[in-house]
């Protein structure tokens, strides 16, 4: 017999939080050929196809930065979101025998797949910049701790996203049909592959809005040196991640027992 | 203790809301196995749920500072295409059993659940039996105060089904027991209290016989009621 000790409430996050994290780990890579390797072909694929197609084309982007690093810098977060906005739809219907265990709510799902993006996301952008490096595609670096900092706010940005989307996708399971038609124009108006510089003037005042343009820019900055966002305001960008982070904790808290209890 | 306290809960059917029970208060003493009775669809399973914490009722709290386990024998919770051992690992992993102590209880689930090789399989290539077998296993193998037994004691064959009760008899003495069931003698064998869901709602027993007795009048009692009442 194997007592379960008395644990206070951090004991107990952690403890889910860790075991949740193998399990995703395992049903995610686990069952695929190369395993986790899929950690790194999945985003270099995606980006390497992209990059592909535009230096075919035979553009330069951004004076002083090759194609595949400028697309690698806008991309990688891109993917992050867009995969935590995703997960956090689907995370109380696909985790639905999980919460037969007391212990086990839909926030540590959220917070489980968001954390696991996040470190996903942050390995493959080190890995290919390191690979694009070996093949001598660089640039300059900038600025290590300005990327630390957007990176916490980005990920407060998109644990708040996703909680929204979890409490949002389960009383209107709809919404799954509607995820792709919002993430997908988001694609275009941040920025991800092509500089916003060249749109109209007037119309820079609606794009500033998103800040998702606001963390692509300044990763872009963090990382290449000769790179200047017209947009970028650190300023935004963390206001609107704490907010975002706050309002998202603030629907899965008024909400969270009817994502669980029968109706 | 396990107290109650304004408890309700209602479901959602297509002719409006239908109460399962309203303002319930009690209080279980320590020490006390209780018995759920009632038909289908009184909201037995929902009762014991919402005491172990799993489902929420409308308004009202259950308060309680006992280890209260996860259904018995539910393998709602396997993931398919995990082994058997990693998804054991999962549980003792969420209740906090890492490092040597989940080897010990891994080791007891294996052997507990005669599945042999079967548990560095994928769940999914398991029979139902087999998914059964491991689920009882691994519910008697992490330590609570109450275990919640919803319809099922025991699993499997005859071999299987005798050593789940010999278990069950060894854990009732360190262990209290929640079981919701439709067979008489193993109420009447396991249970001290007895909660009767009836048409009229939900009423406590200090023996679990006076709500087996109210529950087998209301067998052939309902339509004679009801046209009773009418008059």
New interface residues.
Partial sequence: ???????NPW??QR??I???L??EM??RF??WRLGYAWVLLEPAMHIMLLAAIFSFMGREFYPGIPTALFMLGGIAPFIFFSNCFGKGVAAVESN?????????RPFDAVLTRVLLEFAIYLFSLVALLAILAWFGVTARFNDFLMLIGINLLFFCFCLGVSLTMCVVGTKFPEAAKFAPMIVRPLYFISGVFFSLEQVPEEYHGYLSWNPLLHVIELTREGLFASYHGVFADLPYLATSSLVMLAFGLLVYRSQW?DL???? | MIELRNLTKSFKTPAGRKVLFRNVNAVFPEGKNIGILGRNGAGKSTLLRIMGGIDYPDSGRVITDQRISWPMGLSGGFQGSMTGRENAAFICGIHGIWGGSKRKVLDRVQEFAEIGDYFDAPVKSYSSGMRSRLAFGLSISVDFDYYLVDEVMSVGDAHFKHKCEQVIAEKRKSANFIIVAHSMPTLKKNCDVGIYLGPSGLQIFDTVQEAIALYQQGIPKPAQASVGAQK
């Fill in positions: 017999m194997h007592p379960v000790v008395q644990r004991q107990i403890d889910v860790r075991a949740l193998i399990r395992k049903t686990g069952k639905r025998g999980l919460f037969n265990y007391r212990q086990l027992r669980v209890r029968s109706q």
